[in-house]
Each structure stands twice: as structure tokens, then as C-alpha cells.
């Protein structure tokens, strides 16, 4: 090493931001304490002296790569923690600014309706469903984050079965039947009737059931809703579908992330977090499937989920 020894060239190898993790073994014909010394105080791991064993260097090798490795899991899984706490952080920060409006809007009708009643015998319709809007927004809302707290801490137990898709749509169409007279928007489904999945049943029933319920959501007054699935392989894709007001490319990514804040009030008003689809990603990818959407702004948008069918 004509114009470097190894004491400048490992100086070199820690200022380099490439270089700067990989273990550094002298192996060295200086054998006095104070090059040894001088060796780690420029970064080496190790300090071999001449004359050496083949053996005994495989093997200081071999453990000073171990070592890494164990570092370098340890560092991606306290980056991995660091993520999950601001993802936490993240997600509460929602939930206290969501459910604030919700549940000070019951306070407020709540207390209107209190001091109407007390000079009034009918109370008017309005005032009733806007107690009711708030307070099932606050259920809904509530519900999500019980379901989400329970996913992220394992407490919901995945037991796939086989059972035909269409009684499932079926049952989450005559739930949300109500919802969709109001808007009188029209749902149907086109499953055939012979159609298996085999996945968690309640956790496929919450997931049609939001993705519908988003759907009615952003649908207009007299718009249409379908339900449809297609074999593909050993897996069905479902896709539900409606000719609502859309979703803005830019913002399609938004949708499945509990670290970014996306929410957009419905053609109605209606009010939400966006926590309903990040369940519904969860427990899709719990059953080994995968879901995404697809929008046109103005024209509507298609979500759509794969499962296996056996």
C-alpha cells in the first residue's frame, strides 16, 4: 500500500456513508499494544497479528458477520417499531379530532331538543334525524376503531371456510337496504348463485359491507351500486362498483394508509374517517387476498378484492 496504510484506508471506509456499517479486521505485522489501540480507535472491529491461523481468521470473520446481521435486523426492526409508534400516534390523532364532531354534535341536538321539549309537545322530524345521524356516526366511527385496535393487537382469529359468495352479498344488501331507500339508489348483484370463497366469513361480510356502505356514501340521489365477481385461477375477484361522484387519482393511494388523513364528505353530507377501508385492507390481506380500486372523477369508482376459492 504505497500511498495508504491501513490505518488512513479504514478512516476512509467509516467516512464513507456506503461503507461506513462494514466490519473492519486488522491483520497486521504490527503487533505493539499501542497499534492495536490505534487500529479500534479508527474504527476496526477486530486486530489480528501476524504470524495467523487460517482457521482462527474464518472464524473472527464469520462472527464479526453474524454480529452485523444482528445488527442490521435489530436497526430495521427499531425502524419498523418507530413507524408503527407514529403510525399510532397518527391513527389516535384522528380518532380525537373525528370523534370530537360527531359527539359534540349529539351535545349540541341533544341539548336543543331538551330545550324545545319543555315548551313543545311535537318535536319536528328534523331535529330527531339529526340526533340520530350523529349518534350513528359516533357508533360507526367507534365500531371501526374497535375492530381496527382488535386487528392490529392479533385479537381477531381468522377462520376461513368455504360458503357461497352470494349469500353473504345478499345478507349485507338487505343490511344496508334502509340507507340506500333514503338515497334511492338501487344495488344489485350479479353473482352466480354457485360461486365459492373460501375466507373468513364475518370478516368478508365486513368488508362488503363497508365497501358498499362507501359506496352509498358517494353515490348521488338515484344512482346504482353492482356487485359482481369473476373466477380468475384459483382466486374470485369481486368488484363493487358504482356511478358516483369518483376519486381524484392523486388521491387514490391515500385510501388504504392509517398515516395519511383522508376523508371527504358524501353527496349527502355524510360524514367519515376513512378508517372503514383501512379495516377492510387488513382483513382482506388476513385472508391471503389483496384489494385496490379503480375511479374516473365524475364517472364513479370500482373497489375490488381478490380471495381464494378453495
Not at 419498523?80 to 373525528?98: G, M, P, R, V
Not at 313543545?120 to 340520530?132: A, C, K, T
Not at 344512482?223 to 358516483?244: A, F
Request: hydrophobic share 35%.
Amino acid at each position: 500500500m504505497p500511498d495508504l496504510d491501513g490505518f488512513e484506508t479504514c478512516e476512509l471506509f467509516k467516512k464513507d456513508d456506503e461503507t461506513k456499517d462494514c466490519p473492519v479486521i486488522f491483520l497486521s505485522a504490527l503487533s505493539e499494544t499501542i497499534d492495536k489501540i490505534k487500529g479500534f480507535s479508527v474504527g476496526a472491529v477486530d486486530y489480528i497479528t501476524k504470524p495467523f491461523q487460517k482457521d482462527e481468521v474464518i472464524a473472527r470473520v464469520n462472527t464479526h458477520l453474524t454480529i452485523q446481521k444482528q445488527k442490521i435486523i435489530i436497526e430495521r426492526q427499531n425502524h419498523e417499531l418507530n413507524e408503527l409508534n407514529d403510525n399510532k400516534n397518527k391513527f389516535f390523532s384522528i380518532i380525537a379530532h373525528d370523534l370530537r364532531s360527531p359527539i359534540g354534535g349529539l351535545l349540541s341536538v341533544s341539548k336543543l331538543l331538551l330545550n324545545y321539549s319543555k315548551n313543545q309537545h311535537n318535536i319536528p322530524y328534523d331535529i330527531i334525524e339529526s340526533l340520530f345521524q350523529s349518534t350513528e356516526n359516533a357508533y360507526k366511527l367507534l365500531e371501526n376503531l374497535l375492530q381496527w385496535s382488535r386487528v392490529q393487537m392479533n385479537r381477531i382469529e381468522c377462520i376461513p371456510i368455504t360458503f357461497y359468495l352470494n349469500k353473504v352479498v345478499e345478507a349485507v344488501i338487505n343490511n344496508l337496504s334502509g340507507i340506500a331507500y333514503r338515497k334511492d339508489i338501487t344495488i344489485k348483484q350479479t353473482i352466480d348463485p354457485n360461486v365459492q370463497i373460501f375466507a373468513d366469513y364475518s370478516m368478508v361480510e365486513t368488508v362488503i359491507r363497508n365497501l358498499v356502505s362507501n359506496s352509498i356514501k358517494f353515490t348521488q340521489i338515484g344512482g346504482q351500486i353492482e356487485i359482481s365477481s369473476v373466477s380468475k385461477k384459483n382466486m374470485q375477484e369481486i368488484s363493487i362498483t358504482d356511478n358516483g361522484i369518483g376519486i381524484k387519482q392523486t388521491d387514490l393511494d391515500k385510501l388504504f394508509k392509517i398515516n395519511v388523513k383522508y376523508s371527504k364528505s358524501g353527496t349527502i353530507g355524510e360524514t367519515g374517517t376513512g378508517l372503514g377501508l383501512i379495516i377492510c385492507k387488513e382483513l382482506i390481506e388476513k385472508n391471503n387476498g389483496k384489494i385496490w380500486v379503480e375511479s374516473n372523477p365524475g364517472k364513479g369508482s370500482t373497489f375490488k378484492f381478490v380471495l381464494p376459492s378453495n
